[in-house]
């Protein structure tokens, strides 16, 4: 059975850091595409950033471009998101997820399979 663990959510102040992690267990698949979805109250869910095996197929949402930088250590099948300089908008439920195949062009919540428990960043103004 698949297992995504996140981890590093918090409240920090606007222009502050945190990062994310997301372990995967329960699986060994020789392509795989990793990311992050947000949802605030209220709004749509959001596709933040995913990569693919290898770092092949990278993808960010043009609100977190130049802020945020998605990686990944096979070694510990965990990825990464360090998100710096955060605003307020960022705001949100941060869900880990995963799929054992390459990144979609423009990924959709449909074309995960499995997804993390969840993980809220707060940034305060």
């Known amino acids: 059975q698949v297992q995504l663990v996140e981890s590093g959510g918090g409240s920090v102040q606007a222009g502050g850091s945190l990062r994310l992690s997301c372990t995967a267990g329960g699986y060994t698949y020789s392509s795989v595409c990793e990311g992050w979805f947000r949802q605030a109250p209220g709004k749509e869910r959001e596709g933040v950033a995913f990569?693919?095996?290898?770092?092949?197929?990278?993808y960010y949402a043009d609100s977190v471009k130049g802020r945020f930088t998605i990686s990944q250590d096979n070694t510990k099948n965990t990825a990464y998101l360090q998100m710096n300089s955060l605003k307020p908008e960022d705001t949100a439920m941060y869900y880990c997820?995963?799929?054992?195949?390459?990144?979609?062009?423009?990924?959709?919540?449909?074309?995960?399979?499995?997804w993390g428990q969840g993980t809220q960043v707060t940034v305060s103004s």
């Open positions: 990569i693919g095996t290898e770092g092949v197929g990278t």
């Open positions: 997820v995963a799929r054992p195949l390459r990144c979609p062009r423009i990924p959709g919540s449909a074309d995960f399979a499995h």
